[in-house]
């Protein structure tokens, strides 16, 4: 059996709608479906787009193997016509998605799916996994970056993952928001991430001292030798044989790791230490469930600390694991026509926008900052002008009027009737794009309490079709 065939890693139900799609004859009409999120998590301003090349390996990959129609048979209720669909199985639809590594926000169609009905609506649960969990992983990766106002952030969560994939994955997430490396060797070997590390407690422990533990490692690493101080005591013991063996063995690159305690107490004085013994270039990183909330405090109080090592918090996006895509349908062709379709909820923030769109962006042509997203149909032109309006899908009146802009298509094709039309750039230049783009966001937009909302509104056209539907619906 080949375990690397993800094809029937998705709810059941995407099944049994697609046996029935082929049986009551829909397999074959042209879909538009839309994935967006509804919520930015830990009330942040912005999230990340992240997984895109995962999703876009998995689009390529995607048929079914014989063991996967043989589970399907023995099963039950699938048809043979179904099963022998299933045999020759070929994605053919038309993808688009914004390139990985963008900021984005609520309600913005982030990858439009159009094709036939059974394929357009069978890939959603793992295009939400994928997307859903690095998008997730990133936006916290950054906010823990952007805490440690321009030190090292390195990923230490290999152990606290939610299994392997999520640790890889999930590594690979925070480098492109910002992370400079990861104690995940992995992830080096298969993206070129830097893998990191020091040492842990139980190597201090098997020597008969922390003296001998210490200066056995400075003789293994001289280029990159970090101490790992707080296995006994920081102040009385592990700064002092750090400082001992740091003059004994001159490592070319040294520093200590602080693991428990009172960081910002046992930092300031384990400097003091290191500075008074002339050590001055010595580094000092900081561990221990960590997140941007602890980071930002310790850096208040005034800690000198050149780095830090986030584990459990970051890879599981502990204060709040849950991004929220979803993938809805927002069309379907009938006669060479689109006929828009859209979810009504009780919940305003639950109603979809309708119809087969594109997503501008709006940045200022006089400082080069984001000012508003806006969602169009997609024959539309693109905004322009010096009144452009732009209309806010939550209210029947809000609108607002822009000028001195420069729109830009946010989203790309990456695949053409089933054929992969896009080449996934190096993950050094996602990582480079993604913190260029954060640096056109306002301040007032980035910071963590209370940030400003974003616009992200519809074109007057959208805007006017998504109410007419809703009279629609609320007539019927």
Excluded at 203 to 225: G, H, I, M
Excluded at 257 to 264: H, P, Y
Excluded at 302 to 320: C, K, M, N, Q, W
């Amino acid at each position: 059996m080949n375990k690397n065939n993800l094809t029937l890693l998705t709810d059941f139900y995407e099944l049994t709608m697609a046996g029935g799609y082929l049986e009551t004859g829909l397999a074959h009409e042209i879909a538009y479906f839309d994935l967006f999120f509804r919520r930015v998590p830990d009330g942040g301003g912005f999230a990340i787009l992240a997984g895109v090349e995962q999703m876009v390996e998995y689009l390529k990959g995607l048929r079914f193997e014989a063991e996967d129609i043989a589970f399907l048979r023995a099963k039950g209720g699938f048809s043979e016509a179904f099963l022998k669909y299933l045999e020759g199985f070929e994605f053919s639809c038309d993808v688009w998605a914004p390139p990985e590594g963008t900021p984005i926000f609520p309600g913005e169609p982030l990858v439009t799916v159009r094709g036939p009905l059974l394929q357009a609506q069978y890939v959603e649960s793992m295009l939400l996994l994928l997307i859903n969990h690095q998008s997730l992983i990133a936006t916290k990766a950054n906010r823990i970056v952007r805490a440690a106002q321009g030190r090292a952030v390195m990923e230490f969560g290999t152990r606290r993952a939610h299994g392997s994939t999520a640790a890889i994955l999930g590594a690979r997430a925070a480098y492109i928001a910002g992370c400079v490396g990861t104690a995940c060797t992995v992830c080096e070997r298969d993206f070129g991430i830097t893998a990191l590390g020091t040492m842990a407690h139980s190597w201090v422990q098997v020597f008969p001292s922390e003296y001998d533990a210490f200066t056995a490692y400075a003789k293994l690493y001289p280029d990159n030798c970090t101490l790992l101080v707080d296995t006994y005591s920081v102040l009385k013991s592990g700064v002092p044989n750090a400082i001992r063996v740091f003059k004994e063995q001159k490592p070319r690159k040294m520093g200590i790791r602080i693991d428990s305690g009172d960081a910002a107490y046992l930092s300031k004085h384990a400097r003091a230490m290191l500075d008074e013994a002339g050590l001055t270039d010595c580094k000092i990183a900081i561990s221990n469930s960590l997140d941007e909330w602890l980071i930002r405090d310790i850096l208040l109080q005034g800690a000198p600390i050149d780095s830090f090592g986030v584990g459990e918090r970051l890879i599981t996006a502990a204060s709040d694991p849950v991004f929220g895509g979803v993938y809805k349908m927002a069309g379907i062709e009938r006669d060479g026509e689109i006929v828009p379709k859209m979810k009504i909820s009780e919940n305003v923030e639950k109603i979809t926008n309708p119809g087969f769109k594109k997503l501008y962006r709006l940045f200022d042509k006089g400082t080069g900052r984001m000012i508003a997203d806006v969602i169009t149909l997609a024959h539309e032109a693109a905004p322009a002008g010096d009144d452009y309006v732009i209309f806010d899908p939550s209210y029947t009146w809000k609108r607002k009027r822009l000028s001195g802009f420069v729109a830009k298509d946010l989203r790309m094709q990456i695949f053409d009737k089933g054929r992969c039309v896009y080449s996934p750039p190096p993950i050094d230049d996602v990582r480079a794009y993604c913190l260029e783009q954060i640096g056109t966001l306002w301040e007032e937009t980035i910071r963590f309490e209370n940030p400003q909302p974003y616009y992200v509104d519809l074109s007057q056209e959208l805007w006017a079709l998504r109410s007419d539907l809703i009279e629609q619906y609320q007539a019927d």
